[in-house]
Nanobody
Framework: QLQASGGGLVQPGGSLRLSCAASGGSLTYGTVAWFRQAPGKEREPICS??????VTNYSSAVRGRFTISIAANTVFLQMNNLRVEDTAIYYCALSPYNLITPSWSQRAQYQNWGQGTQVTVSS
């Protein structure tokens, strides 16, 4: 199971770090990812990381501002220079496969999902 946390309210230009704790030592193989869903919009992929490697992928919307990492069976999403348009519910996800482009961005590849954490960027 995945448990996401760390969301909150932040001003534009600020930073937040999201966490996604995995139970049962499940982050041993496969791919982890973060998706987000803004009100009235489809859930969109924002980044992924193949477990045990340095292979990461980022959407153009967040590249250069967000960083995905893994430590101590937890997936982190460091978000810097946040914008109003980053406001969404953020979900972590785990796939048992070593995903490459473009499959890392496909929701159907992920079998385990966290419950979501709200991020609001507003002045």
């Amino acid at each position: 199971q995945l448990q996401a946390s760390g969301g909150g309210l932040v001003q534009p230009g600020g930073s937040l770090r999201l966490s996604c704790a995995a139970s049962g030592g499940s982050l041993t193989y496969g791919t982890v990812a973060w998706f987000r869903q803004a009100p009235g919009k489809e859930r969109e992929p924002i980044c992924s990381k193949r477990i045990g490697t340095h292979v990461t992928n980022y959407s153009s919307a967040v590249r250069g501002r967000f960083t995905i990492s893994i430590a101590a069976n937890t997936v982190f999403l460091q978000m810097n220079n946040l914008r109003v348009e980053d406001t969404a519910i953020y979900y972590c996800a785990l796939s048992p496969y070593n995903l490459i482009t473009p499959s890392w961005s496909q929701r159907a590849q992920y079998q385990n999902w966290g419950q979501g954490t709200q991020v609001t960027v507003s002045s």
